[in-house]
């Protein structure tokens, strides 16, 4: 008895040294990943104050339809475009110039549907010509790293952050803010507000009062909501309240349509929110590789191209992908027959007018940072859409989605000098945006070594345990 008394006391106090140090372990963890180090040791990109683009073909986007305006001269002061003129009129005195040799020019591309885990994503982002991004489930790093983005202290897309997701019933994920009560709504969404998070998410499992709530208070605070359709409230109600944007026309399937895959319900859906001016993030992105795996298994995996993700985002995707492999006959009906479904969504929305965002979900499915947007955008026009209405879905309908539209989507004097300088006109290669001549954010000029600068940071990746202290101060903050 007494041997028994005796290990029992050891075991007890092992247990206790061990859960200790697991708590101290975790304290460390959350307090070390709560900083951010290895800022680049100088500036990428060169400064411009005043700068003129010569000999430039301008796709300004600002007239609502398909517009070139060739043998222009753009003018810039301090990161903002203050003319557009003739190339036969003389540069005022001041600028430096840049001979564009009829190059093209359009606005900076938008992700309105990513999940940043990594600043240097970021980086990621505007090295290939994506120059803002809204990130779609905010933690608190997001704001930290949306104001070092804003002061210039960290290279990188303009970052727009969503509040955490709140969310409600038992499918919910862990990073979810998990509501029971209206008031619970109403608490979060003022909660959001005071920590500075630029809107609100949502997600499918709201009912109609937790929803209802979220709506009006964060009306009252003048903050945008957006997020999945929640599953249990109908369309029509849904429609009486300004979401800015409905994510995922996978949603659509899974929410309007509750799993069916129905293409006359989805023209009748399309023809409601093209009446109340309603906007879809399309998201083609992440579905599209998971129907790729179903069908083509290790093949397609090994495909996707191996540009730097975070590794614990890396560990979390493969897992993902790699469960659909020999998928048994109904899932690999139920894949294939709903990507169709997705993809005949796409053609009817665009038939019908509703207003298209462009996004990735980039984070999920071995999604990567920046090259999704590219595929995103391939993806779209496979399916129907011209290069100007993609064009459009990723600058001024993304600007106008998020009430920007007087800063960014257009090249207008007044407006940000966010700009894409492409070698090919895009309005008949898209895939010219790939890899830009040229990218201008503000008063910085990235020529082609300083986008390789930027993807180079792009790759530098926080590892696991600073991930998992990320997502565990979130866990105690959310």
Not at 389 to 398: D, H
Request: aromatic share 8%.
């Amino acid at each position: 008895m007494k041997k028994v008394l005796r290990f029992t006391r050891k075991l007890l106090k092992f247990i206790v040294i061990a859960l200790c140090t697991l708590l101290l372990f975790l304290i460390i963890i959350v307090l070390v990943s709560s900083k951010d180090y290895s800022n680049p040791e100088s500036i990428i990109g060169k400064e411009n104050k005043a700068l003129a683009l010569t000999r430039v073909n301008i796709i300004s986007m600002d007239n609502g339809r398909e517009v070139l305006e060739k043998h222009k001269t753009l003018l810039i002061d301090n990161g903002l475009i203050t003319g557009i003129i003739s190339d036969s009129v003389p540069v005022p005195g001041g600028y430096s110039i840049k001979n564009l040799d009829g190059k093209y020019l359009m606005p900076g591309l938008t992700d309105m549907h990513t999940h940043i885990f990594d600043r240097s994503d970021l980086a990621m982002y505007l090295g290939y010509g994506v120059t803002t991004v809204r990130n779609m489930m905010g933690f608190p790093m997001h704001l930290r790293w949306r104001e070092q983005v804003n002061a210039g202290t960290y290279p990188g897309a303009t970052l727009i952050t969503a509040s955490p997701t709140i969310n409600s019933g038992t499918n919910t994920g862990p990073f979810h803010k998990n509501i029971k009560t209206p008031q619970e709504g109403i608490e979060a969404v003022n909660a959001y507000k005071n920590k500075g998070y630029d809107f609100i998410k949502i997600y499918d499992g709201l009912n109609r009062q937790q929803f209802e709530s979220i709506m009006q208070e964060a009306d009252h605070l003048d903050m945008d909501v957006a997020g999945h359709p929640p599953h249990r409230i109908d369309l029509d109600v849904l429609l009486q309240y300004p979401i800015t944007s409905f994510e995922h026309i996978e949603e659509v399937i899974q929410g309007m349509m509750d799993y069916e895959l129905d293409t006359i319900m989805g023209r009748k859906i399309a023809k409601k929110l093209k009446q109340n001016g309603a906007k879809v993030t399309v998201t083609l992105s992440p579905f599209h590789h998971i129907y790729k795996t179903t069908v083509e298994g290790e093949q397609f995996m090994n495909s996707i191209p191996k540009v730097p993700i975070n590794p614990f985002i890396e560990f979390i995707g493969k897992k993902q992908l790699s469960q659909w492999i020999d998928s048994n006959e109904g899932t690999y009906k139920w894949h294939v027959d709903k990507y169709h479904c997705m993809q005949d969504l796409v053609h009817i929305f665009n038939e019908e007018k509703v207003t298209l965002l462009l996004g990735t979900d980039t984070g999920p499915n071995l999604t990567a940072p920046g090259l999704t947007l590219h595929e995103e955008i391939a993806l779209l026009q496979e399916n129907g859409l011209k290069p100007y209405a993609i064009l459009q879905s990723g600058t001024i309908e993304a600007a106008k989605a998020m009430g920007m539209e007087n800063e960014i989507g257009s090249i207008t004097k007044g407006k940000k000098s966010q700009l894409l300088i492409l070698n090919d006109n895009p309005l008949t290669n898209l895939d010219t945006m790939r890899n830009p001549y040229g990218i201008i954010k503000n008063n910085l000029w990235y020529n082609e070594g300083g986008i390789d600068d930027l993807r180079k940071l792009g790759g530098d990746k926080s590892g696991i345990l600073m991930t998992l202290g990320r997502f565990l101060d979130h866990m105690l903050k959310k």
